[in-house]
């Protein structure tokens, strides 16, 4: 397990949020963002997930953002208000360091007492990393749009998994 502690973002974590945020934008395909966004938006939306009690949660070691994930609704109509959509993003020295791992069962967990009952992942690109973390948390495939993303002058693919939350899945 990696030296790492989870706990809710704050606001004083948007610099660090936004810095790895862009630098998943600016080189990878996990995110089909072409431009991230800025510190403020950042922290409108940390602030906009506590008012609305979706999970936003932050990885530190060593005083410092390794890592976020967060849930929200997989879309605004009513009829999804059980489902939600993860994400989750590393900060790029911090990859393969074991730290999504631990930071994914926790963002689970919270979505859970968040009352959400199904969990999406759509994951941009079908990041093998990132589908094999999915796996490993107790997400099942559940789809793949073929070609439905281009960035880096390359046609992505997204992966959806999905897991169910109402049950004990923990591997």
Known sequence: MPDV???????????AIAAIYAWHVANGTATFDT??????????????FAARGFPFLAAEREGGIVAYAYAARFRD????????????????EARG??????????????????GFQQMIAVIGGGEPASVALHARC?????????????KFGRLLDTVYMQRDLREDQNP
């Open 77 to 92: 109509r009513a009829a999804y208000a059980h489902t939600c959509e993860d994400s989750i993003y590393v900060a790029h």
């Open 5 to 15: 502690s989870i706990r809710p973002a704050r606001d004083g974590d948007a610099q």
């Open 97 to 114: 360091g074991g730290i999504g791992s631990v930071l994914l069962p926790a963002l689970i967990e919270a979505a859970r007492a968040s």
């Open 35 to 48: 431009e991230a966004p800025d510190t403020g938006a950042w922290a409108a939306k940390i602030a906009d």
């Open 138 to 150: 107790g997400f099942v495939h559940a789809g793949r749009m073929r070609n439905v993303g281009s």
